[in-house]
């Protein structure tokens, strides 16, 4: 069975600077994609980034960028220039053949003003 | 399209008592699944519907929980004889499915069902 392990249950960043969530997975499936979703205090998830796992270039999506390393079944997201906003719970996910997400425990991310 | 509704926001029962939670997806997707989140950890997958088929249950889904997806539109989770344990925020999703672009897409959560025992 496949999983998803987030080793850092909080995170805490300095507005405008940069910070890197963890993620790794474990799985036998060649083909599958991985997600990160933030959820706000409150509020509904909403997707952050994804990555094809065929595709070797790290997916960016403005602030928001990954490193994702498939030997080493990693996943990790950058976000830099770190917002107020940003403030939230990360989750990282995965979705293979099955087509379910599987996520991870979270990180919750603090931003300092 | 609004996105994924999900009614009611809150519910406050009591131990026994039976509940029923709707989700509206969006309605161009075929695929509906339920999670269950409790505090401080990941969602956990429940149960999931191809239209109105239901393909996997969880093992987290005991005989006390039973979901639905008439004619493969709204959805509804019922819990019969809540116990605390229970309690927890119910989340639905919506996404592509198969033939629509099933595996990269990602889902469209709702904003959650908050479920209180007492």
């Known amino acids: 069975a496949q999983t998803v392990t987030q080793s850092q249950p909080e995170m805490s960043v300095q507005e405008a600077e940069t910070v890197t969530l963890s993620c790794t997975y474990d799985?036998?499936?060649?083909?599958?994609?991985l997600f990160w979703y933030k959820q706000p205090p409150s509020r509904q998830m909403i997707l952050v980034i994804r990555?094809?796992?065929?595709?070797?270039q790290n997916a960016t999506e403005n602030r928001f960028s990954v490193n994702f390393q498939k030997a080493a079944k990693s996943f990790s997201l950058k976000i830099s220039d770190s917002q107020l906003g940003d403030a939230a719970m990360y989750f990282c996910a995965y979705k293979g053949s099955q087509g379910n997400l599987i996520f991870g425990k979270g990180t919750k991310l603090s931003v300092k003003p | 399209d609004t996105g994924v509704s999900q009614d009611p926001r809150h519910k406050i029962t009591k131990r026994g008592q039976n509940v029923t939670f709707r989700c509206d997806p969006i309605s161009e997707h075929n695929r509906l699944y339920w999670y269950r989140q409790t505090l401080g950890q990941g969602p956990e997958f429940l149960t999931y519907?191809?239209?109105?088929?239901?393909l996997e249950k969880s093992r987290l889904l005991s005989d006390r929980f039973s979901a639905e997806r008439p004619k493969g539109s709204f959805s509804t989770l019922e819990i019969q004889r809540t116990e605390q344990g229970d309690s927890a925020m119910y989340l639905c999703?919506?996404?592509?499915?198969w033939g629509q672009g099933l595996l990269g897409s990602g889902y469209t959560f709702g904003s959650g069902t908050r479920l209180t025992v007492v």
């Open positions: 999703a919506s996404s592509p499915g």
């Open positions: 799985t036998s499936e060649s083909d599958y994609y």
């Open positions: 990555q094809e796992a065929y595709k070797q």
């Open positions: 519907f191809q239209n109105e088929a239901q």
